[in-house]
Structures are given as C-alpha cells and as structure tokens.
C-alpha cells in the first residue's frame, strides 16, 4: 500500500513571529500548527477530517487568523471558513461554493477579502471584529488579465503582491526547506530539523470559542 503524501505548507505574517503550518496527513486529514520562529516554539492545534485547498489559504498580517478553502469530504460540497489560529472551527462560514470561488486572504490586519463575494461592491463587519471588502480589484490577479485590460507584467505583479498578503513571504520561505512531514531550517553546515510530524495522530480538539456552522445573516 503507497504510504500517504505528507506536506508541510508554511504562512508567516508580515507584523511579528507568530507563523503558521499547514500539516497535510492525507488528502483527507489535515492540521494546523501555530510556530513562533524566534525561538522555534510549536502549537499543535486542531486537526480537520476533510480535504483543503492550500492555495485557497492565507494568514492576517498579526497572525491571528487563519482563512481556508476546504473540500466537506465525501461530497462535492465545498466552502471557505475564517478560524483563529491554530484551530479550523469557523468564526464564519461560507457553503454551496465551487472550487474556483472558495478561500480568501487578508488585505491588512483588520481586513479580509473572500473570492466567492468578488461582484459585490461593498464593505461589511464580522462580529470577530475584522472587515471585509469584496471590491473586485482585490481579486484581478485571478482574472483573464486582457479581458480585465491588465497587462502580463501587471498581473504577474499583483500574483506575487498577494502571494505576500497570503503569508507566502519569499524571503523567509528561503530560510527554510520542507521533506514531507519534516521542516528544516537552512544553515551555513546544512540543514537543521526542526519539526517532524510524522507521529503525529489525529485527536479530537476543542476550540477555545464557540464556531458558526453557516454564513451570519
């Protein structure tokens, strides 16, 4: 039997050291490690029995919050879910998507942006505090760029810019190097290890605040 694909899937946040892993087990089973990088300390967090999109995924600028594309598994139901690192429970909760329009990142601490609500105009409150601004500008980059009339060098541009906004930071993904379930930091002698998952097993954990299971009203 063919050993499961094992990932590690890094985010770090442009405002201090509270970075975040996304551990794939499986393609069914996945969780989330809170990892402050001065000092190298891990948070396991909560596991999720279903598939996730990892491109769908970004972490707010302080580290806070975590948005997520997922797959419900079993079902062709897909949606995109706004959590509180390290753990996926919904603070909001967005169902009946497709592939194309599930996930969202953060345009600032205070502000996200969910692809699903790209032909609204419009700004709106969530009661975990934050803003979010479905202006279609913010989703141009996954656009036909000539039929959006952006030039290639534009839209290459502004692929990189929200790769950045998603926690995608080159400079600090340089330092490091993922093997499957093992992350290693970079070093002059070669590579350190500084994680491996590979024992890990999923178990039940509660999330320290109540969660939604629908979108608010």
């Known amino acids: 039997m063919q050993a499961p694909r094992r990932e590690l899937h890094l985010f770090f946040p442009a405002e201090n ?6 551990y794939r087990a ?3 089973l996945y969780r989330l490690i809170s990892w402050r990088t001065i000092g190298d300390h891990f948070e396991p967090g909560q596991w999720l029995k279903t598939g996730v999109y990892e491109t769908s995924c970004g972490l707010s600028p302080d580290g806070e919050f975590f948005v997520y594309g997922a797959e419900l598994r079993g079902s062709s139901f897909h949606y995109t879910a706004l ?8 603070l909001e909760f967005h169902g009946d998507l497709t592939i194309a329009s599930v996930g969202g990142y953060f345009l600032d601490k205070g502000t996200v942006t969910f692809k699903h609500t790209i032909n609204e105009e419009r700004h709106s409150r969530l009661s975990c505090g934050l803003s979010v601004n479905s202006a279609r500008k913010n989703w141009w980059h996954s656009m036909n760029n000539r039929a959006a009339g952006i030039s290639y060098e534009d839209g290459v541009s502004q692929r990189a810019s929200v790769q950045v906004k998603r926690g995608k930071i080159p400079d600090l993904l340089e330092c490091y190097h993922c093997d499957g379930a093992k992350l ?12 491996d998952c590979s024992d890990m097993e999923f178990e039940p954990i509660q ?6 299971t629908k979108a608010r009203p």
């Open 184 to 195: 290693y930091r970079k070093t002059a002698k070669g590579l350190e290890l500084l994680l």
């Open 26 to 28: 499986n393609s069914s």
């Open 83 to 90: 959590s509180r690192v390290p753990y996926f429970t919904a």
């Open 207 to 212: 999330a320290p605040y109540e969660g939604v």
């Open 17 to 22: 050291d509270r970075a975040v892993i996304l």
